[in-house]
C-alpha cells in the first residue's frame, strides 16, 4: 500500500514527468513537510521507483518508467477514493461514458471548492471513430446530472501534444483532479510522452 502522502508525491511526478525537482521543492509543490517528502523519495528511490539525478549538491527526482512496480505505483496513485460520496455520485452519473472514453478526470471546482458548486469540469478522451456514440451517451448522462456538466473532449493524440506543451488545465487535472476510470491508460500515454523526450 502506498500512503496519500506518497500518493501526493507520485501524481505530481508523473504530471510534472519532463521536469527536475529537488526534495525541498517536491515537498513545497505537494505541501509535505521537507522531513515526510524525503522518507517518501528514499523508499522509492530504493525500490527503482524513482531515478536520482545529482545536480550539484542537491538530488532531484524523476519516475522511472521502465520500472513495472513505479508503473503499478503510479496507477494506484491516481485511484480516488470511491466510498468518498462526492465522488461515488457523480462516478454513477459518469458511468455510462465508460464504454465510449478512454480516460474521465474531474476537476475545477467541484474538486478544490469545499462549498456546492454550480458545474462541473470533466476531462474525456475518446477514440475520433467513438465520437456520435459519444454525444448521445452525453446528453443522457446530462439531463439526469444534479450539474451543469462542462466536458473537455480529447483524443489520445490532443492529450500527448497537450503534455508536450505542458498545457496548465491538462497538467492541473493530472496533478490535482479525480481520475474516475483510464488509470493504466494515462500512465502509458505520459511514459510514452517521456520516452520520446528523453
Known sequence: MITANEKKILRFLLANFDSDYSINEI?????????????ALKKFEERGVLLPKKIANLKSYKVNFESIEANKML?????????????SYRYNDLKPLNTVTKLCILFGSYITKKEKPNDIDALFVIEKADYKKYSQYLDKVKMAMPFKLHD????????????????????SAISDGVILWGHEFLVEVIRNVAEREA
Not at 75 to 87: G, M, S, T, V
Not at 152 to 171: A, C, F, G, H, S
Open 27 to 39: 515537498a513545497k509543490k505537494t505541501g509535505l513537510a521537507p522531513n515526510g517528502a524525503y522518507e
Open 75 to 87: 496507477e494506484l496513485a491516481l485511484i480516488p477514493d470511491y466510498k468518498e460520496p462526492k465522488i
Open 152 to 171: 473537455v473532449i480529447q483524443t489520445k493524440d490532443d492529450l500527448k501534444e497537450n503534455l508536450k506543451k505542458r498545457d496548465k488545465i491538462i497538467i
